[in-house]
């Protein structure tokens, strides 16, 4: 079962573009990178560079120090109904979290076939929108007033 505290991350660019994964089980469904802990005691932002890694290939261990910074801001919201058999019974809220990864240019992304199957770059304007999730809207917009 999954645990209902989850990551989200939010990558972009030093030219404010950001990456957009689109979900396999939901084609047209396009999301930044998330994930759910492992156990309860996994540090958030072990999550956040655990999960980015799983989904794109992008491994903050070789990228410029403090590339992965949290958001500061966490979230609740109601777990989609599609979704909530992947959680304990009568589990129907999850905590999300939020991160950023800085990139000094694009990078090659190799995405995990089992979760997405395409991704795209796109302006922080154009990206929110594209998203299927309120909260990734917000994330990807919050960018402009950091």
């Not at 959680?87 to 000094?104: I, S």
């Not at 990078?107 to 154009?126: M, N």
Request: net charge negative.
């Amino acid at each position: 079962m999954k645990i209902p505290i989850s990551v989200l991350v939010v990558i972009y660019t030093a030219s404010n573009e950001v990456l957009l994964l689109e979900r396999k089980d939901h084609p047209g469904y396009w999301q930044s990178v998330t994930g759910s802990l492992d156990d309860l005691d996994e540090p958030l932002i072990e999550a956040a560079a655990r999960e980015l890694f799983e989904e794109t290939g992008i491994d903050v261990s070789v990228l410029p120090p403090n590339s992965l910074q949290s958001m500061n801001q966490q979230i609740q919201y109601e777990i989609y109904p599609q979704w909530r058999h992947r959680y304990a019974e009568g589990v129907t809220v999850n905590t999300e979290h939020w991160f950023k990864v800085l990139l000094p240019n694009r990078v090659p992304v190799t995405l995990a076939p089992r979760e997405h199957t395409a991704y795209q770059w796109q302006s922080i304007e154009l990206a929110g929108p594209l998203c299927f999730s309120p909260s990734n809207k917000q994330a990807i917009l919050k960018l402009n007033s950091d």
